[in-house]
Nanobody
């Protein structure tokens, strides 16, 4: 099994920054991607950014130029630097790990981000 623990959420004013961290523990093998998703009340969970084992990155259009993902996928760590935050970025942010060897994905418990206007 794999456990993911997020940290770094909180309350910030619009225009501010936050850095989210996610650490995986357990049987971390065959990791293909690690990333961040978010979910607001009444909305579906959506991709924010992800990083692949080869190092390439993928961002949702609405965070390009503002958020930066980094980490060591093979070691099970991923970070999300969020800059120029907007009230619409308010959501619960979830860490995600996909293992090709286990054939499944894992989720963290989520960390709340609130951006005040």
């Amino acid at each position: 099994q794999v456990q993911l623990v997020e940290s770094g959420g909180g309350l910030v004013q619009a225009g501010g920054s936050l850095r989210l961290s996610c650490a995986a523990s357990g049987s971390i093998v065959g990791v293909h991607t690690m990333g961040w998703y978010r979910q607001s009340p009444g909305k579906v969970r959506e991709l924010v950014a992800r990083i692949f084992s080869g190092g390439s990155e993928d961002y949702a259009d609405y965070v390009k130029g503002r958020f930066v993902i980094s980490g060591d996928v093979a070691k099970g760590s991923v970070y999300l630097q969020m800059n120029s935050l907007k009230p619409e970025d308010t959501a619960d942010y979830y860490c995600n790990l996909y293992s090709w060897s286990k054939g499944r994905e894992f989720w963290g418990q989520g960390t709340q981000v609130i951006v005040s206007s």
